[in-house]
């Protein structure tokens, strides 16, 4: 009896390792050749503004009305979609996928869902320079995979992250705003924007998130941080406009990470968490009702 007790435990440890070995073994294959550099991109520059936890449903209501420029954007010279994201929707993962190219790491869970244990290449290491802005809970994802000196990283001190009723969300989105202003007061860094090549700017707007989980997404004041972020895009992309003398060098995208729920929380697999708004415009980017007629 003591040795079938025994054989029974052994078989089912057995067993329960055997799940990790087959299903939380990392799918990223290593040393893999890196491809050539294509010189005939059709942009300079890409610059991503990513609404961290904006579902697709709290974008296009009302017609996306709240969001003028982005609404005017999209009708006359973007590419408008619906992106899906993968559980868990939460904000790691969802920035890994964007970036780097793949849903979240099974390898991962010996960390906590909190780091990938398995190096991993992004599109920011493959950029010549990357300037990016936000929380550095996701700027250090890819900051540290990335050589020093090749990214540069400018995130908010954690205490003005609030999740308190009285907090104002919006200001972590105009934190970002100002920071990316004044980077490009400078003179030696808007020549660099100016004239440099594959260069990446990613600003991480983590106020959409912060206000869906304290104000909930029907909320007024969530609509309030809406119109902030839509008013703070449209004076980026006229501060680059205006730096790079209008080359039409310069991609626009716009896109979550992940939506969330009415009561404010994210993580499973419901369409409001998983449907994202993308929105991308300027080089390269043929506008959709042309696709449209082309297919008539």
């Not at 970036?99 to 290491?125: H, L, Q, R, T």
């Not at 969530?222 to 039409?248: A, M, P, R, S, Y």
Request: glycine letters at 6%; aromatic letters at 12%.
């Amino acid at each position: 009896m003591k040795a079938f007790a025994v054989t029974a435990v052994f078989v089912h440890v057995l067993f329960l390792l055997s799940i990790f070995y087959i299903y939380f073994q990392s799918p990223i294959l290593q040393n893999l050749p890196v491809g050539t550099d294509d010189d005939t991109a059709v942009a300079d520059r890409v610059v991503v503004f990513l609404a961290d936890g904006l579902r697709a449903e709290s974008f296009l209501q009302h017609q996306a009305n709240r969001t003028k420029f982005i609404q005017r954007t999209l009708i006359s010279k973007g590419a408008f979609g619906i992106s899906n994201t993968h559980v868990p929707t939460e904000s790691r993962p969802g920035h890994v996928a964007l970036f780097a190219g793949f849903y979240e790491d099974p390898s991962a869970i010996f960390k906590g869902w909190k780091e990938n244990p398995v190096n991993f290449d992004s599109v920011f290491n493959r950029s010549r320079s990357t300037y990016s802005w936000g929380s550095s809970d996701i700027l250090t994802v890819f900051s540290s995979k990335i050589d020093s000196g090749k990214i540069y990283t400018d995130s908010y001190p954690p205490e003005i992250e609030q999740f308190s009723r009285s907090s104002n969300t919006s200001i972590l989105d105009i934190w970002v705003f100002d920071k990316v202003k004044q980077f490009y007061a400078n003179s030696e860094n808007s020549k660099k924007l100016s004239s440099g090549r594959k260069l990446i700017l990613f600003l991480h707007l983590l106020g959409m998130d912060t206000s869906g989980h304290i104000h909930k997404p029907y909320s007024h004041l969530f609509t309030e941080n809406l119109i902030i972020v839509d008013k703070g895009i449209e004076q980026i992309v006229q501060l680059i406009d205006n730096i790079t003398n209008h080359d039409q060098r310069t991609t626009y995208i716009f896109t979550s990470d992940h939506g969330m729920t009415d009561r404010g929380s994210h993580g499973s697999g419901h369409p409001v968490e998983t449907e994202t708004p993308f929105v991308i415009w300027g080089a390269g980017v043929e506008h959709w009702t042309s696709l449209n007629d082309d297919v008539s």
